[in-house]
T-cell receptor
């Protein structure tokens, strides 16, 4: 159980275009999903918290107009990188939260490699 | 300020050579401590959740323990397939659902 998928697994785009990444919880409902960015040999950097039916909460320094997040249902959150530039090239990972009795466990997707030319 | 520190940054072991990875944390009330394994180019894979000091959990060659200040991930008789980056994260009892991640330990097990 607790499987999270991401689509696409990799994408190459031209500078100035927009790219949408989907994150789905396959066998559970997730009211909260997270979006992370990871640079080579570094840990995960939280970008935003996505809550179903409400606006996402962005971390300090993350441009909300550039990284648009939509959590349309209990099983789907999307991240759109608008007007992508080479510096946006990175590994993007989502997670979906399973609520427990006293804590919440995040299950991660396989990641999406974005390359902006 | 809530903080998670992992050590060592990198570790090379011979196959069968047991060792421990450390995760030290400072948090204003611990809701949970989590261990993940991450292979290159993939998302983190959930291993364990620990809730309170004294708790231990095991899975195959891995055993996680927790004290009030740190957690250890013990690897017994590791195999090359255990090579990965191991990430530790904590969730504070501050009302948000965010994790605070450590920078990870890159483990390489040599055959």
């Amino acid at each position: 159980g607790a499987v999270v998928s991401q689509h696409p697994s990799w994408v190459i785009c031209k500078s100035g275009t927009s790219v949408k990444i989907e994150c789905r919880s396959l066998d559970f409902q997730a009211t909260t999903m997270f979006w992370y960015r990871q640079f080579p040999k570094q840990s995960l950097m939280l970008m935003a918290t996505s809550n179903e039916g409400s606006k996402a909460t962005y971390e300090q320094g993350v441009e909300k107009d550039k990284f648009l997040i939509n959590h349309a249902s209990l099983t789907l959150s999307t991240l759109t990188v608008t007007s992508a530039h080479p510096e946006d090239s990175s590994f993007y990972i989502c997670s979906a939260t399973v609520r427990g009795r006293s804590t919440d466990t995040q299950y991660f997707g396989p990641g999406t490699r974005l390359t902006v030319l | 300020e809530d903080q998670v520190t992992q050590s060592p940054e990198a570790l090379r072991l011979q196959e069968g050579e047991s060792s421990s990875l450390n995760c030290s944390y400072t948090v204003s009330g611990l809701r949970g401590l989590f261990w993940y394994r991450q292979d290159p180019g993939k998302g983190p894979e959930f291993l364990f959740t620990l809730y309170s000091a004294g708790e231990e959990k095991e899975k195959e060659r891995l055993k996680a323990t927790l004290t009030k200040k740190e957690s250890f991930l013990h690897i017994t008789a590791p195999k090359p397939e255990d090579s990965a980056t191991y990430l530790c994260a904590v969730q504070a009892a501050s009302g948000t659902y965010k994790y605070i991640f450590g920078t990870g330990t890159r483990l390489k097990v040599l055959a």
